[in-house]
């Protein structure tokens, strides 16, 4: 009978998270479309220019410059939070220092990391976009659902004038953050790949240094940089932020560096 009564309790239990996550999960797709009108409404308030971003075009580009502001804000899912939460994950985030902007994530050396950072986008409401190889999106279903979560396809074999669309494209809105995986893949590299810091120095936009760390099951990020033009700087800098982050496979982590692979 006690059985009956646990297989019972567990049925019913399995129920009501089901239709809570289904019903969660309508009413985020809702907001999702509600938000990018509030979203524009805090861009008027707060009087960014279409071309423009938060960053002081003139500035100093002889140091790496931190950006404390945070004049973005989001609405986050509570449910996603309560299922990162109880995962044992940290998320830390309150906000973007603009509306354009390139998030770098390191290290990247797992599957799980997709999922991980998708519920922690749910977590934060981050409206943001993200590079993804262009063989991903032409799989049946696969493509279609990673362009409604914000995916953008990347031709690896034709790199050529692809920084350039993409700085004119971002600037040309009135809102665009990307995500990059400056590993390229999950696979042990050499090193980094320089399109993100081609980006955001021809765009002049600020870099987030974004994190999975599976060591101390943290993830988000705490600062963006205006970079300084000085590859030597800017990557001191940037491996200072990630010195003690690890990812699921922290063999597989590549060195802040960059290299370029063969074509």
Not at 155 to 164: A, K, L, W
Request: charged share 20%; net charge positive; hydrophobic share 40%.
């Amino acid at each position: 009978m006690l059985i009956l009564q646990s297989k019972s309790a567990i049925k019913t239990f399995c129920s009501t998270v089901t239709n809570t996550f289904l019903i969660k999960s309508i009413g985020y797709i809702l907001r999702t479309f509600r938000n990018k009108k509030n979203d524009r409404q805090v861009l008027q308030k707060n009087k960014y220019s279409p071309t423009g971003n938060s960053v002081d075009m003139t500035q100093d580009h002889s140091t790496v410059k931190e950006l404390g502001e945070r004049p973005i804000q989001f609405q986050g899912n509570r449910l996603a939070a309560w299922l990162l939460k109880r995962l044992g994950w940290t998320l830390y985030f309150d906000g973007l220092p603009g509306p354009h902007g390139v998030m770098v994530v390191y290290p990247h050396t797992s599957n799980w990391d997709f999922f991980i950072g998708l519920l922690a986008k749910w977590a934060m409401g981050l409206q943001i976009q993200f590079l993804a190889k262009d063989s991903l999106f032409k799989i049946p279903l696969v493509g279609a659902w990673l362009r409604y979560l914000g995916g953008i396809a990347v031709v690896r074999s034709s790199p050529q004038g692809y920084v350039q669309d993409m700085a004119s494209s971002m600037l040309a809105r009135e809102y665009a953050w990307v995500v990059i995986t400056p590993e390229g893949t999950r696979k042990s590299t050499p090193g980094w790949r320089s399109g993100f810091y081609r980006l955001a120095t021809l765009a002049n936009i600020p870099v987030g240094l974004a994190f999975i760390d599976y060591r101390h099951k943290e993830i988000g990020v705490k600062h963006y940089i205006q970079l300084s033009h000085d590859e030597s700087l800017d990557l001191d800098r940037i491996r200072e932020e990630y010195a003690d982050r690890a990812g699921f496979h922290p063999e597989d982590a590549a060195p802040i560096t960059f290299w370029t692979p063969r074509s």
